[in-house]
Structures are given as C-alpha cells and as structure tokens.
Nanobody, 124 residues
Framework: QVHLVESGGGSMQTGDSLRLSCAVS????????MGWFRQAPGKEREIVAA????????YYPDSVKGRFTISRDNAENVVFLQMNRLKPEDTAKYYC?????????????????WGQGTQVTVSS
C-alpha cells in the first residue's frame, strides 16, 4: 500500500518562504510524475507544481510560476515544494500526489495516490 505524508506546513507572513516535503512509502517513485496540489475552502483543488520522473520537466501555473519550485529525490523517495514570496492567496491545504504516468500531467484525475495534506496559512 502506498502512503504519502506531507510535512512542513504552517502559519506564515506575506513574503515568507516555506518548504513542504512529501515522503512516499510502499512504492518507489522513480518512474512516476509527482505533483503538488492545493485546495482552499470553497474552491476546487488546483495543481501548483508537477515534475516528471527524471526531473527534466516541470509545470507551474501562472499563479505560482517564479515563486514555487518542485524537486524530487528519487533515492530517498521524497518530493519537495519550495515556496517563496508567499501571498495570502496561497493559503490552502497542500497535497502531494503520485501519478501513474512518467511525464508531467496536470489533471488531478491522472494522479492515483494522495497524501492527507498539510495546511499553509499566509497572513498579510
């Protein structure tokens, strides 16, 4: 059974930086696209970053491009999300997800396993 456990969330101020981690157990992630999503109250879940299996390709929506960076350590089975210049609109619960595909995919429906999420709150 695959388990994804996010950590690193917290309460921050505008402009702060935060690094989220996602530890995966039960499966080697070396051949899988990994993604980070977020969901704010009353809003749909949205992707904020994805990285392909070998880290050669990444995806970011315009809302976080230039501020967020996804990375992975396949040897340690861990994925990271570095978030810089945080804004109040980044407030959400952040989820790590594992896809069955190797290359970058952006639809949540193409991700098979999810963590429980970690809360990020940014105040002005």
């Amino acid at each position: 059974q695959v388990h994804l456990v996010e950590s690193g969330g917290g309460s921050m101020q505008t402009g702060d930086s935060l690094r989220l981690s996602c530890a995966v157990s039960g499966r080697n992630i070396s051949n899988n696209c990994m993604g980070w999503f977020r969901q704010a109250p009353g809003k749909e879940r949205e992707i904020v970053a994805a990285v392909n299996w070998n880290s050669y390709r990444t995806y970011y929506p315009d809302s976080v491009k230039g501020r967020f960076t996804i990375s992975r350590d396949n040897a340690e089975n861990v994925v990271f999300l570095q978030m810089n210049r945080l804004k109040p609109e980044d407030t959400a619960k952040y989820y790590c997800a594992l896809s069955r595909y190797r290359e970058v995919v952006t639809s949540s429906q193409l991700y098979d396993d999810w963590g429980q999420g970690t809360q990020v709150t940014v105040s002005s």
